[in-house]
């Protein structure tokens, strides 16, 4: 939990371009405010905190910095931020501050950044100044540092041109709005072009969350991407570089030997293979020359569920139950049962992705616990998608038994291809109830890996 030094001894009589204008050690940011127009924001009513470096800290400002005016804007703007702060009352206490130029800085205890505050803060009428004993440029943000490193030019290339065109939704004109609540838009709306690993993985360039993200030099991502071509023919690039992102900033000294993707998958981390480093505005990046995944997490077993259908055959909402109960152990499990809807072979898709891989295929469908009318042995096939001649092929007939709470074999599945699945659960080939019901709690694919 975050604490904060409370606000005292304010002074009231003072504004804060006065309160950094009458310190001598400050003279040279004061000159910078100045000629940034920072002077009047500083002098208005608005409340700020300012971070004002001192002479000494800015003696060794980069001289790009203080040669143009844009960069010394930005830079000035780095230390401003857009309420009063009080600072962290422990030493490891955190606070995330927005910047007057829309970047986030990290004060941890009486630091800002890699800065230390210096003395106590003051207090004035329209905001809080502290002295820092470094200048703070500003960082770019983890997609930008991306973009302009050198380090990892392949894997930079790829995430950079995964591109898709979308909806400008700025200028698209709306006539009218769905059943959800979303807008429609007039035909033939203008489009614009989106990089895909912005919402397939992670937005690289949000200032308002932090990310530990990994870049992989040439010789490493080409025997990451090498090693995962046979399982996903021509998508071994993406399936790795989907699992190079974590939430939260993992500093050299916190880093652990195993993070969590923003996809749930396992990222192992040897810190003897860390190259370089780099503070970004919302997160940190690591240049790695290794990063060798486990094969049964980048090719992992996965579920279809039951409740989450993908179609019908037709409508059957009214005989179409989406339930919540609990097994033999008293854990609560979700499924679909479709009961008494009166259609010979009656269906529900369900869609998923696979590998270029064997899998062993279980399932699990539990009739007859309190409150199901089914009680009685029943029949249900899946058929799966035959891409080659474009017909549903049978995998497997289960027989569903009342209370079996236990997962069933139902057979080896070999994709034709990697990528889509398309899958259907079918009802036995009359109208009769107690016999053409179909439950299923899950299907469970599970990878027969070398």
Known sequence: MEEHTAIVNVDNTTDLLQKIAGQANLSKFTEYVRSTGYDKLLSSSQTYTVWAPTNDALATLDAAIVSDPLKLKDFVANHIGLTATTAPKGIADTVRVLLQNKKYATMIGATFEEAAVVGTPAF????????????????????????????????????????????DTANATIIGYNALGNPIFAPNPPMVSRNTYWNSVADLRTENQQYTFFMLQDATFTTERNRLEPFYPNGGAFILVRDLVAKGLYTLDKLPDTLISTRG???????????????????????MNAMPFRTKDKVPTFKIEGELPSGFRSDRSGNTLYRLKLDDKGLPYKDIEVYNHGIAEYYVQYLSTVANVKYKVYARAISGSPGDAQVANFTQRYFIFNPTTLVYDVFATQIVTPLNYTEVYLGDYTPQQYGLLQLRLIAANVTSVNQNTLILDYLRFEPILP
């Open 124 to 167: 004035v009428k329209n905001g809080a100044l502290y002295v820092i004993d470094k200048a703070v440029p500003t960082k770019l943000n983890v997609w930008d540092f991306m973009l302009n490193s050198t380090d990892a030019p392949t894997q930079t290339n790829y995430i950079a041109n995964l591109s898709t065109q979308v909806i």
């Open 265 to 287: 998958v396992k990222i192992p981390i040897k810190k003897s293979a860390i190259v370089k480093s780099y503070r970004a505005s919302n997160g940190i990046v690591y240049v």
